[in-house]
């Protein structure tokens, strides 16, 4: 019986794992951060780093001393010890201190051109220019002027200038525009040194033919192109004549119409009359009593308005022009020959004109047939 009894292998737990068993499995992602909480711990670290940089940034400022300013002399300035901070420009500096010269103002730690001053001596640099060049000026216009100026003639102009744009500036900062307007004379004006050491300015050329009178610059553009001037006067003078022409024989051509018309009429109705035997009379009109009739006293001297008549009669085939010894004399008189049917046919076309006359304007037609009548009653009487 005991060999039959076999031994039953050992069997472990469900709820117990093997030994060992721990080593080839993968840790828990519960140990390490997430993602977000990465993100978050760098950004809680950039701004606290930040604040530190911040904050020593400003203890360095607060604390900062600035340098003084090394002495205005030779050799003073030592880049390797760095001790002091060279002196800018235009500034003088003494004990560490910066003072800036004339004409500069202190603005922090440099010096910048003073803007009052500055502007105050290009306007009395302007006015002596002015002065000096419209005294040049007068002189090319062959009128009173002066060319060449002393040095101390300038000095005056520069004190009565500089004195007058200068009010309410200090005593040395007057002094100090004057002398600056002394050292840009040359730059702006022309300069000759005499026998006494001293200088003389005149205004360059090209400069002066800007300042001379405006008068005179329009006489000496005028006399510089006189041909051509005179070459334009008289093609507008051509001109403004043939203009002046066509438009008074235009007028003359129209009035001699109207006077040929007039003629025209007038010879009518006394034809008509001598006719129908209403008044005894001629057919025929003396030539010169209807024209001095027409005419109006000024336009008698203009004996070209009749001879236009004239030829509107001559070319009318119904008007006969002839001599008669009337009185005698010999006068030219001007006949109606058209009759009959003819002047039948214009007597209807009168009629239907003079009733429409009638209905539109009855006081008015009634005039002008008084007026005609009384031409006619004129020349006939």
Not at 124 to 129: C, G, K, M, N, V
Not at 269 to 294: C, H, I, P, T, Y
Request: include cysteine.
């Amino acid at each position: 019986m005991p060999s039959a009894i076999r031994k039953r292998p050992k069997s472990w737990p469900p709820e117990t794992s093997k030994p060992l068993q721990f080593i080839g499995r993968e840790p828990s992602t519960a140990i390490f951060p997430s993602k977000a909480d990465l993100l978050r711990l760098c950004a809680v670290v950039a701004i606290a780093a930040s604040v530190a940089a911040a904050c020593n940034y400003a203890v360095y400022l607060l604390n900062r001393q600035d340098k003084p300013f090394c002495d205005s002399i030779e050799d003073s300035y030592d880049p390797e010890n760095g001790l002091c901070e060279p002196c800018p420009y235009h500034g003088w500096c003494s004990s560490g201190s910066l003072e800036c010269v004339h004409g500069y103002k202190k603005q922090g730690r440099k010096c910048i051109e003073d803007g009052v001053i500055n502007q105050t001596t290009k306007k009395a640099l302007d006015l002596l220019e002015e002065h000096v060049c419209k005294a040049y000026g007068q002189v090319l216009c062959k009128l009173p002027g002066k060319i060449w100026f002393q040095e101390a003639e300038i000095k005056d102009i520069i004190e009565e200038h500089v004195t007058r744009s200068s009010i309410g500036l200090k005593a040395d900062t007057s002094k100090f525009i004057k002398d600056t307007m002394m050292e840009a004379v040359e730059s702006v004006l022309e300069a000759k040194a005499i026998n006494n050491r001293s200088k003389e300015y005149k205004c360059p050329d090209m400069l002066a033919e800007f300042h001379k009178p405006l008068h005179c610059r329009i006489n000496q553009w005028i006399y510089k192109h006189a041909g051509i001037l005179l070459a334009i006067f008289v093609l507008l003078v051509g001109l403004a004549k043939f203009t002046l022409n066509v438009h008074q024989k235009g007028k003359i051509t129209h009035r001699a119409e109207q006077l040929y018309e007039q003629v025209c009429e007038i010879l009518q109705e006394n034809a008509m009359r001598a006719m129908s035997g209403e008044n005894k009379g001629e057919r025929w009109v003396v030539a010169s009593w209807l024209r001095d009739q027409l005419l109006l006293p000024r336009e008698r001297k203009h004996a070209i308005l009749w001879k236009k008549v004239e030829e509107l009669i001559m070319e009318d085939s119904r008007i006969d022009q002839y001599p008669k010894l009337i009185k005698g004399e010999s006068k030219v008189v001007l006949e109606w020959q058209v009759d009959g049917p003819l002047t039948s046919m214009l007597k209807e076309k009168e009629s239907a004109s003079k009733a429409k006359t009638f209905s539109g304007n009855k006081g008015s037609y009634q005039n002008e047939e008084e007026k005609k009548y009384k031409v006619a009653a004129h020349l006939f009487s």
